[in-house]
């Protein structure tokens, strides 16, 4: 399951017919709903003949709820006001147009135009949300629905397809969580179109918060609810109708259930503390300075008062088990018991799809790729430095320079930075690997030797530096955990982003230490990293301020960037993340 923002989920407050045909009434409603947390509010905008025949029953209920536009208008302002998005239900051409000459952010089509593809094509032309209901629908037609969307779909375009049965109340049997999940099956392969729940249950049932609560968990993006004042007084739809403070309440459970379906650090961080209470920790049975001929046999299992742990793995100890070598002091087993080639890869290609052929830009005279490369030499306890590239042609030229410098060079995958880190530490026989990408042109090697000591002290699958200068930290990772990754990470688009999948909360065993230095948090925000035209030009700057250049240490870079004087000309820069570039971030556990 991918993180979900709360962001993404819409949960709409529906006024439908809750005014009674009293603009007084509808005030209050969207009042109501703006202090109940949630993110829309509907409405039902419509001319009389769309909702009914004329000399039938329904022609004279529905002449009893009809507004002035001026009112409806009153009532988005308000709505606006209090930063909701506004829909409107809509029953045809009429509605569409009302609902468009108030500037609506969207409108839903009835389940009773489920079929009316002109209308929807029509609703599709004028708004970039459309929702339609799709209660009672046959599997079939839902698939012939996808198909007619398909060629009308692009990236502006969102589509709610609202799966369930309104009636006043409706059962809780007239919910189906199953069939929610077979609609959102055939819809799944598709990111423009999103599905949700829309119930009638009655709100004194309990299940009336279970279902939609449960149809988030199983991915529903958006939740629609009646609302009223107070449901004594009985007004028009009442019958299915949250009071404000349910329909709150309802919110705030959605919340909670977010937190739990997004696995936050704190989650991660309360598990380690849990565990360290109890946790016990590989050691060699019985001595501590004989290393000849230790056998996996005499690693025992116990509990140590130790304020460094060792998340070492089993597998690792066995595997290595032959070339151990004891520690007199400490007797928990680390990755320092064992002789490891550490080594960093730089990856770089030519074709950058922000900044093409980057690497051979300069900064300070010299191609940013020997920046680069010129700072990892500062890193403490590094056996070697490769520059991983790609096969690709554009790469020549980059491979040629690097050559030319002594560089040792590996040529792999042009897409999969996992599989290329991968291929370059198998041919390198690398046992820890140091990920630096080829725009960490202001790398911070001071706090990266830190970060090795306490890797080969911890024993994690990867170690992380946190509280830094966006673009001067990077990662150390084992070569069994880069193995993990290259095979899981489904997407290999999304695996440029490598660093998301690192620090994925519980995916693997992290060290993380917070850096050397101190700064404001508006340091913290720059960007020191090179994937715009304009952070060369500021990387550029910001060096020939630094006393020794492109060379400086993290502590003069900090002293120029809190120099009033010098601004960083990149500061509007926005920063490409898999989640806002909509990325396939699942991982396969098979």
């Known amino acids: 399951m991918n993180n979900r923002p709360f962001s993404s989920l819409e949960i709409v407050a529906e006024i439908a017919c809750g005014h009674s045909g009293k603009a007084k009434r509808l005030y209050e409603l969207t009042q109501a709903a703006s202090l109940s947390g949630v993110t829309a509010i509907k ?24 507004l002035e536009e001026s009112t409806y208008k ?38 009773e135009d489920f079929g009316n593809y002109p209308l929807i094509k029509e609703s599709i032309s004028k708004f970039n949300t459309v929702i339609i209901s799709c209660g ?30 309104q009636l006043f109340p409706t ?97 991660e961080k309360m598990g380690i503390e849990y565990k360290s209470m109890f946790q016990k920790y590989p050691s060699i049975q019985g001595r501590r300075n004989n290393n000849l001929n230790t056998k996996i046999s005499e690693v025992v299992y116990k509990k140590i008062r130790n304020k460094n742990k060792s998340f070492i793995s ?35 290609r ?22 680069v490369f010129e700072r990892v030499k500062r890193i403490s306890g590094l056996d ?65 030797s830190d970060l090795i000591v306490s890797h080969m002290d911890i024993s994690p699958d990867c170690s992380i530096l946190k509280n830094a200068i966006f673009g001067t930290n990077k990662e150390v990772i084992t070569l069994e955990a880069l193995n993990f990754l290259t095979k ?34 508006n340091i913290l925000k720059q960007r020191l990293t090179l994937d715009y035209e304009e952070d060369l030009i500021a990387i550029n700057q910001l060096y020939n301020k630094c006393k020794d250049g492109y060379l400086s240490d993290i502590d003069e870079i900090i002293k120029q960037l809190e120099n009033p004087t010098f601004k960083m000309k990149n500061s509007l820069m926005i920063q490409k993340t898999p989640i806002n570039l909509n990325l396939d971030l699942d991982v396969n556990y098979d």
Not at 149 to 159: A, G
Request: glycine content about 4%; overall charge neutral; hydrophobic content about 35%.
């Open 43 to 66: 409405y039902q905008i419509f001319e009389l003949n769309e909702r009914a025949e004329e000399r039938t029953k329904e022609y004279e209920i529905f002449n009893k709820h009809l």
């Open 74 to 111: 009153k009532a988005i302002e308000l709505a606006r006001e209090n930063k909701l998005r506004v829909y409107a239900d809509i029953y045809g051409y009429s509605s569409l147009k009302i609902a468009k000459n108030l500037g609506v952010d969207g409108v839903k089509i009835h389940a």
């Open 136 to 165: 009672g629908s046959s599997h079939k037609s839902l698939i012939d629905l996808r198909e007619f969307l398909k060629p009308i779909l692009n990236k502006k375009i969102k589509i709610y397809i609202v799966d369930g049965i």
């Open 171 to 267: 059962k809780r049997e007239g919910h189906s969580l199953f069939n929610f999940f077979e609609v959102s099956s055939i819809f799944k392969n598709y990111s423009q179109i999103n599905v949700g729940i829309a119930d009638h249950i009655d709100p004194e049932d309990e299940y009336s918060f279970i279902y939609p609560c449960a149809a988030y968990t199983l991915g529903a993006s958006y939740i629609e609810k009646h609302i009223t004042i107070s449901r004594r007084d009985k007004w028009t739809d009442w019958q299915s109708a949250f009071n404000p403070n349910q329909l709150s309440n309802l919110v705030s459970h959605l919340k909670s259930i977010n937190l739990s379906l997004n696995l936050s650090s704190d989650y």
């Open 314 to 348: 089993y597998d690792f100890i066995e595997k290595n088990i032959n070339s151990i070598k004891l520690n007199k002091v400490d007797p928990i087993i680390r990755f320092s018991n064992f002789p490891s080639r550490i080594g960093a890869v730089i990856t770089v």
């Open 350 to 371: 030519m074709s950058s799809s922000r900044l093409p052929g980057k690497a051979l830009m300069h900064i300070n005279e010299i191609p940013s790729i020997l920046v």
């Open 384 to 448: 070697i430095i490769i520059v991983a590239t790609s096969n690709d042609k554009s790469d020549d030229i980059l491979v040629d320079l690097l050559l030319e410098n002594n560089i040792d060079v590996y040529r792999g995958d042009l897409d999969s930075i996992p599989h290329r880190l991968l291929g370059a530490a198998e041919k390198f026989n690398l046992d820890q690997i140091i990920r630096i990408t080829g725009d960490s042109v202001c790398l911070d090697y001071k706090s990266m």
């Open 488 to 521: 899981r990470i489904s997407s290999k688009q999304s695996s440029e982003y490598l660093e998301y999948f690192l620090k994925k909360p519980c995916l693997l065993k992290i060290n993380e230490i917070d850096v050397k230095y101190e700064c404001s948090e």
